[in-house]
């Protein structure tokens, strides 16, 4: 065998990867109205991040993004967002917002990494969805998934399943209810707790190198909401530490890595028969373990008063209040953490009768580790629980078995909540599909399907 000469190897040591830097995290397309999108990247220096790596998954780099975008057979030329550097101290990403869309498009983009040179290094292509007008009874489709680890995936590379069976459903959009990633979960001792800024970071970085989940991210419309684990740690409220990481600091974390509005609650309308409200679970509440009392709050006054005016202005067939944690419940018996809970029981039942006092108002929720559908027995206002992502994350956190009078269907099986509005014979209709997702087969159709339930909106 050749020897190398000394010369070389010292040149290819210290000669510069010129290719950097990359987008190894993909792409977030979130926060869309009819008419604006937050697009959301963060360089690399590796062109394909390493899940199994902890602390190098894919390691941030300096530079510059752009993103170029236009509605395919409608528009002749590409519009051009302006180059703008990634923040070092936000993980080295960026957020950048497009306005001036049109309702009802799907777009296409290419999302430019630039170097330090300001030439460009890598591009990934991908679509949205933007809302539809507001007059227009356009059917959508959103999926719902809440729950998902590092230690309980699918795949140790692709991820989770349950991201390329959604894509191939053609969403208009989707959203996370949270649990996103678990700070405060080591799985066995083989993925180390995340106590402070850095080990956090390389959580985010590790979940969004997976494949499945990237893929699915780069091409879909997408509204996330932060539970406890992705916040600080389980049932965590503010003041409160895990390690060195702070509360307030796991608040700046979740809005640094995904598409963010200036309020963590806030409202979608898509078309004529939906409107979303995506409530804020953790930001404002009193500490779990004081005393109950007709002031003590977990949404806080000011997202309270904006939730009830909302609705009511609301002129959407149907509304969908969507929750990271219970309002109606199953709940595990002892919890303390929700809505559905005895510690705030006083919010509960503000909530729920108001909710309940209106036509076609409907909660999802994520949180816990079991699908269900109920109905609460006092109010009457029925809630969609979507489960987690799979099935492996399902055998985490306990069963339904403390149901209320009415629980319409309670399985212990992961996937995702599809979740359908549609005119049937001119009469705007809710479907809803709580999808099993089994990495054992190939099937995507009715055999996946654990339960299926429907309501036509009253006073059609």
């Given at each position: 065998?050749?020897?190398?000469?000394?010369?070389?190897?010292?040149?290819?040591?210290?000669?510069?990867?010129?290719?950097?830097?990359?987008?190894?995290?993909?792409?977030?397309?979130?926060?869309?109205?009819?008419?604006?999108?937050?697009?959301?990247?963060?360089?690399?220096?590796?062109?394909?991040?390493?899940?199994?790596?902890?602390?190098?998954?894919?390691?941030?780099?300096?530079?510059?993004?752009?993103?170029a975008y236009r509605v395919p057979g409608r528009d002749p030329d590409w519009s051009h967002t302006d180059?703008?550097?990634?923040?070092?101290?936000?993980?080295?990403?960026?957020?950048?917002?497009?306005?001036?869309?049109?309702?009802?498009?799907?777009?296409?983009?290419?999302?430019?990494?630039?170097?330090?040179?300001?030439?460009?290094?890598?591009?990934?292509?991908?679509?949205?969805?933007?809302?539809?007008?507001?007059?227009?009874?356009?059917?959508?489709?959103?999926?719902?998934?809440?729950?998902?680890?590092?230690?309980?995936?699918?795949?140790?590379?692709?991820?989770?399943?349950?991201?390329?069976?959604?894509?191939?459903?053609?969403?208009?959009?989707?959203?996370?209810?949270?649990?996103?990633?678990?700070?405060?979960?080591?799985?066995?001792?083989?993925?180390?707790?995340?106590?402070?800024?850095?080990?956090?970071?390389?959580?985010?970085?590790?979940?969004?190198?997976?494949?499945?989940?990237?893929?699915?991210?780069?091409?879909?419309?997408?509204?996330?909401?932060?539970?406890?684990?992705?916040?600080?740690?389980?049932?965590?409220?503010?003041?409160?530490?895990?390690?060195?990481?702070?509360?307030?600091?796991?608040?700046?974390?979740?809005?640094?890595?995904?598409?963010?509005?200036?309020?963590?609650?806030?409202?979608?309308?898509?078309?004529?028969?939906?409107?979303?409200?995506?409530?804020?679970?953790?930001?404002?509440?009193?500490?779990?373990?004081?005393?109950?009392?007709?002031?003590?709050?977990?949404?806080?006054?000011?997202?309270?008063?904006?939730?009830?005016?909302?609705?009511?202005?609301?002129?959407?067939?149907?509304?969908?209040?969507?929750?990271?944690?219970?309002?109606?419940?199953?709940?595990?018996?002892?919890?303390?953490?929700?809505?559905?809970?005895?510690?705030?029981?006083?919010?509960?039942?503000?909530?729920?009768?108001?909710?309940?006092?209106?036509?076609?108002?409907?909660?999802?929720?994520?949180?816990?580790?079991?699908?269900?559908?109920?109905?609460?027995?006092?109010?009457?206002?029925?809630?969609?629980?979507?489960?987690?992502?799979?099935?492996?994350?399902?055998?985490?956190?306990?069963?339904?078995?403390?149901?209320?009078?009415?629980?319409?269907?309670?399985?212990?099986?992961?996937?995702?909540?599809?979740?359908?509005?549609?005119?049937?014979?001119?009469?705007?209709?809710?479907?809803?599909?709580?999808?099993?997702?089994?990495?054992?087969?190939?099937?995507?159709?009715?055999?996946?399907?654990?339960?299926?339930?429907?309501?036509?909106?009253?006073?059609?």
């Amino acid at each position: 065998m050749k020897s190398i000469p000394l010369i070389f190897l010292i040149s290819l040591l210290s000669a510069p990867l010129a290719s950097q830097p990359f987008l190894a995290n993909g792409v977030k397309i979130g926060e869309v109205t009819q008419d604006s999108a937050v697009v959301w990247m963060r360089l690399s220096a590796l062109e394909k991040g390493n899940p199994l790596s902890i602390e190098q998954a894919a390691p941030a780099a300096k530079g510059y993004v752009s993103i170029a975008y236009r509605v395919p057979g409608r528009d002749p030329d590409w519009s051009h967002t302006d180059i703008v550097a990634v923040n070092p101290d936000n993980d080295a990403t960026a957020q950048i917002r497009l306005e001036g869309l049109n309702p009802g498009y799907r777009y296409e983009f290419k999302a430019k990494a630039y170097n330090l040179d300001k030439e460009v290094t890598h591009t990934i292509s991908g679509s949205f969805q933007t809302a539809y007008a507001s007059i227009v009874p356009a059917p959508v489709r959103v999926a719902v998934v809440s729950c998902q680890g590092i230690g309980t995936q699918d795949d140790p590379m692709k991820g989770h399943l349950a991201y390329r069976e959604m894509l191939d459903r053609e969403l208009d959009f989707f959203v996370h209810t949270g649990g996103i990633v678990y700070y405060d979960k080591d799985y066995e001792g083989m993925h180390p707790l995340s106590k402070n800024v850095t080990q956090a970071r390389q959580r985010w970085n590790r979940m969004f190198a997976y494949h499945w989940n990237q893929e699915f991210h780069n091409q879909t419309t997408s509204y996330f909401i932060k539970d406890d684990h992705d916040t600080l740690k389980n049932d965590c409220w503010p003041g409160q530490t895990y390690g060195d990481l702070t509360f307030d600091e796991g608040l700046a974390l979740f809005k640094e890595q995904v598409p963010s509005s200036p309020l963590p609650y806030r409202t979608f309308r898509w078309g004529k028969d939906l409107q979303v409200w995506m409530l804020e679970g953790r930001d404002y509440r009193d500490p779990n373990p004081a005393p109950d009392n007709p002031d003590k709050t977990l949404l806080g006054q000011e997202q309270k008063a904006w939730l009830k005016k909302g609705v009511l202005a609301s002129d959407a067939t149907f509304k969908i209040i969507i929750s990271p944690s219970p309002i109606v419940g199953p709940d595990k018996e002892g919890k303390k953490d929700s809505l559905a809970n005895y510690v705030y029981q006083h919010e509960g039942d503000e909530i729920r009768a108001f909710l309940s006092s209106i036509e076609n108002v409907y909660t999802v929720c994520g949180d816990r580790h079991w699908q269900y559908a109920s109905k609460d027995p006092k109010t009457g206002l029925i809630e969609f629980g979507s489960g987690p992502i799979n099935n492996e994350h399902a055998l985490i956190g306990g069963n339904s078995g403390l149901k209320p009078e009415h629980l319409y269907f309670g399985g212990e099986k992961g996937g995702y909540l599809l979740m359908e509005v549609e005119r049937m014979n001119g009469i705007p209709t809710l479907i809803l599909n709580w999808m099993n997702v089994d990495p054992s087969t190939k099937a995507r159709d009715a055999g996946n399907v654990n339960h299926t339930m429907s309501f036509t909106a009253s006073g059609s």
